[in-house]
């Protein structure tokens, strides 16, 4: 199943929908007597049994509104705490970090990197990535599978994590470069405003069961950047959640980025970074397409 927000023309108000795994089909979730007013509010109080007859009910339809005919927002437009993210989790992409801010590279990577990203509006799909000339000069994309959490989450054994785990989004990390290497951190770079495109949807858990063997790409203008695969992970979901959980409650809703592969603009020599009036797509098997638009 696919949850949605979305808008009509006709009212321009956000609504929760769902869809059935093609991807072809949105319903209204007041179709089938729901009357959450937001997918955090759906996620923070739908029970286990609810989410069965839902996905069942969804399943079950033949015909809807078509999601071409609806404005896609965020999934979730406006999460309630920062994002949790993961930093050079592809070996690849540990290598080319390290080759942009001249460092040398053993090749190892002990422990997860993890820092978090502040998002007041996530970014629509087919929304405006704002270039911020004159302040950022290293616009970058990276595309990055991100975990929703379903449930509080704490003290999580690894072999019960998938458990807590409502489903699947797509996220670029959209990051300005010069201000990551001027501030000698990612929080500030990574977190201005518009740089946090998120969707074009959430699919549950049931139509990913193993969401580590995903292909994972990015389009720059059509060109293929970024090529891999979920399975080159070096921290996996379940050891993600299992320990950020030993000493700290994930909330129902928390997002979690698990990072992004290599081939990202600051990896080629000389980088190659978004201007305006580019179009970057992320893409992540078995969820679609997320494509936005460089603009002021």
């Known amino acids: 199943m696919r949850v949605y927000t979305y808008k009509t023309e ?10 059935d795994s093609a991807g072809k089909f949105i319903h ?29 009910q969804v399943n079950e339809c033949s015909e809807g509104m078509e999601v071409s005919d609806v404005i896609l927002c965020a999934p979730i437009p406006r999460p309630a705490q920062d994002i949790v993210c993961l930093g050079i989790n592809y070996m690849a992409h540990a290598e080319e970090s390290a080759r942009f801010k001249a460092l040398e590279f053993d090749g190892k990577r002990e422990f997860a990197v993890y820092f978090a990203k502040r998002v007041n509006e996530c970014t629509a799909p087919e929304g405006i990535v704002p270039a911020y000339e004159g302040l950022v000069d290293g616009l970058d994309y990276e595309v990055e599978l991100a975990v929703i959490i379903g449930k509080d989450a704490k003290n999580v054994k690894r072999e019960e994590a998938l458990d807590y785990v409502m489903g699947y989004t797509i996220m670029n990390d959209v990051s300005a470069r010069n201000l990551q290497t001027r501030h000698k951190q990612w929080y500030f770079g990574k977190s201005l405003d518009g740089f946090t495109p998120l969707g074009p949807c959430i699919v549950t858990k049931q139509d990913i069961p193993d969401p580590g063997k995903l292909k994972i790409m990015s389009r720059l203008n059509g060109e293929v950047r970024q090529d891999s695969n979920t399975e080159l992970l070096i921290t996996d979901i379940p050891y993600m959640i299992e320990e950020l959980t030993q000493g700290m409650t994930l909330k129902a809703g928390t997002i979690i980025a698990t990072g992004t592969p290599g081939g990202v603009g600051m990896g080629f020599v000389p980088p190659r970074f978004m201007k305006k009036g580019d179009v970057i797509e992320c893409e992540i098997e078995g969820i679609g397409v997320l494509r936005n638009t460089i603009g002021d």
Do not use: R
């Open 10 to 19: 006709k009212t321009g108000k956000e609504l929760v929908g769902v869809g």
């Open 28 to 56: 209204p979730l007041s179709n089938f007597g729901m009357e959450y007013k937001t997918v955090q509010e759906m996620i923070e109080k739908m029970k286990d049994a609810e989410w069965e007859l839902l996905e069942k």
